[in-house]
């Protein structure tokens, strides 16, 4: 198994522009997750999807930030307008709930630069 | 979801046994202990978990206080490549809940 594919591995973009990070689960896992980790906030948990549903958007910081996954196999973190604030890496996680505990398996994370 | 406590960093010398330390006083008879690391750039990765029982798998052990308000993460012959922090994440099990971290332990492995 690949493990979770995330891409671009690292994005440099100016102020304003629009950023979309792509992530493509584990096959077979039920639920994803977008997680921002930076210095000053450590790992937060932005957004997660149970079956392609959106359950928990409540770490999203603004309307500037969106994320859908149209199918089991690919999933988008969107920024639109981009501000330098938002530089972190992003990561995302798949996992299979089945009902029982399970861990996450993470992907390698997007370094976002915004100049 | 319960909040834990770790110390914020610690050393160990390399071939010893690394013992984290992990305080949840206030975990819930269904949540779980998970613990994860994150080696320097790279995402997290799952370690081990428990609920009650101490666990053993071929990359740690985990051992739970009878009362549950503690455990300790213990690699039993630490490398080099074990510097990383280390997350204890307490969640209950079976939800559809997700994984909260806190700040983890940075743990260093000295030659």
């Known amino acids: 198994d690949a493990g979770v594919i995330q891409s671009p591995r690292h994005e440099v973009t100016e102020m304003g522009q629009e950023v979309t990070l792509r992530c493509k689960p584990i096959?077979?896992?039920?639920?994803l997750f977008w997680y921002r980790q930076t210095m000053m906030r450590g790992l937060e948990l932005l957004i997660y999807?149970?079956?392609?549903?959106?359950?928990?958007d409540s770490g999203m910081p603004e309307d500037r930030f969106s994320a859908k996954m149209p199918n089991a196999s690919f999933s988008t973190l969107k920024i639109q307008p981009s501000e330098p604030r938002d530089s972190a890496v992003y990561f995302c996680?798949?996992?299979?709930?089945?009902?029982?505990?399970?861990?996450?398996?993470f992907g390698s994370g997007t370094r976002l630069t915004v100049v | 979801d319960a909040k834990t406590t770790q110390p914020t960093s610690m050393d160990c010398a390399e071939g010893r046994a690394a013992n984290l330390p992990c305080n949840h006083s206030?975990?819930?008879?269904?949540?779980?202990v998970y613990w994860y690391r994150q080696i320097h750039s790279q995402g997290p990765q799952y370690i081990i978990h428990g609920l009650k029982n101490n666990e053993t798998n071929e990359m740690a052990s985990l051992i739970i206080t009878e009362d549950r308000k503690s455990s300790t993460l213990i690699l039993p012959h630490a490398t080099l490549r074990d510097t990383a922090v280390y997350y204890c994440i307490v969640r209950v099990g079976g939800s559809q809940g997700n994984l909260i971290f806190g700040k983890g332990t940075k743990l260093s492995v000295k030659p």
């Open positions: 996680a798949s996992s299979h709930q089945t009902g029982n505990v399970n861990g996450y398996t």
């Open positions: 999807f149970n079956n392609n549903v959106p359950i928990d």
């Open positions: 206030t975990i819930s008879g269904n949540e779980y």
């Open positions: 096959s077979g896992h039920n639920s």
